[in-house]
T-cell receptor
Framework: GAVVSQHPSWVICKSGTSVKIECRSL??????MFWYRQFPKQSLMLMAT?????????EQGVEKDKFLINHASLTLSTLTVTSAHPEDSSFYIC??????????????FGPGTRLTVT | AQTVTQSQPEMSVQEAETVTLSCTYD???????LFWYKQPPSRQMILVIR??????QNATENRFSVNFQKAAKSFSLKISDSQLGDAAMYFC????????????FGQGTELSVKP
């Protein structure tokens, strides 16, 4: 099956700094990528959807200036948490789809990144 | 807007026994996809099974099968011959064929398997 990687798997940063998380599709071209946030014992919350070469579409309540998403190529999307604060500590998961249309049902998930802000 | 509800926060099953996880959803659409995902302690999301709404036949993948009741908007997952490796969080998810096809997840059910 298709593989999605994330880097880093775990990052600790100081309050007020920015941190970038990379999401790569290793063996397919991801026209659409999704970023989720997950708190312990809770479900995945969609933060934003990005299409290659376009601006990301953010879900209601997600600060676009705080969570910067770039999908500059068909195999790479990045999430930058700017001016991170302890409340941003969470598990971030990216997911990729290899076809922009509605006919493709498969969505592949990365292994996630644990962010801890001290 | 579509919603997905999993009313069982936790479930437990004896090894080799059968367990059923419940999921209901709400939608006004006639065609869509439904999924069950497994999230083990590693937190890697794993697709367990999928169902296309237009198909009347229930999907089956080895020990995993679903009971899809479209009129009742119910989509339960049955795990037969439960194994210790089945212990995980299980998420039911809905995907529309329009509106960008975002996955909408239920709250999750934590399944424990007793040896």
């Amino acid at each position: 099956g298709a593989v999605v990687s994330q880097h880093p798997s775990w990052v600790i940063c100081k309050s007020g700094t920015s941190v970038k998380i990379e999401c790569r599709s290793l063996d397919f071209q991801a026209t659409t990528m999704f970023w989720y946030r997950q708190f312990p014992k809770q479900s995945l919350m969609l933060m934003a959807t990005s299409n290659e070469g376009s601006k990301a579409t953010y879900e209601q309540g997600v600060e676009k200036d705080k969570f910067l998403i770039n999908h500059a190529s068909l195999t790479l999307s990045t999430l930058t948490v700017t001016s991170a604060h302890p409340e941003d500590s969470s598990f971030y998961i990216c997911s990729a789809r290899d076809f922009a249309g509605t006919l493709s049902y498969e969505q592949y998930f990365g292994p996630g990144t644990r962010l801890t802000v001290t | 807007a579509q919603t997905v509800t999993q009313s069982q926060p936790e479930m437990s099953v004896q090894e080799a026994e059968t367990v059923t996880l419940s999921c209901t959803y709400d939608t006004s659409e006639s065609d869509y996809y439904l999924f069950w995902y497994k999230q083990p302690p590693s937190r890697q999301m794993i697709l367990v099974i999928r169902q296309e709404a237009y198909k009347q036949q229930n999907a089956t993948e080895n020990r995993f099968s679903v009971n899809f009741q479209k009129a009742a908007k119910s989509f339960s997952l049955k795990i037969s011959d439960s194994q210790l490796g089945d212990a995980a969080m299980y998420f039911c998810a809905y995907r529309s064929l329009v509106q960008g096809g975002k996955l909408i997840f239920g709250q999750g059910t934590e399944l424990s398997v007793k040896p």
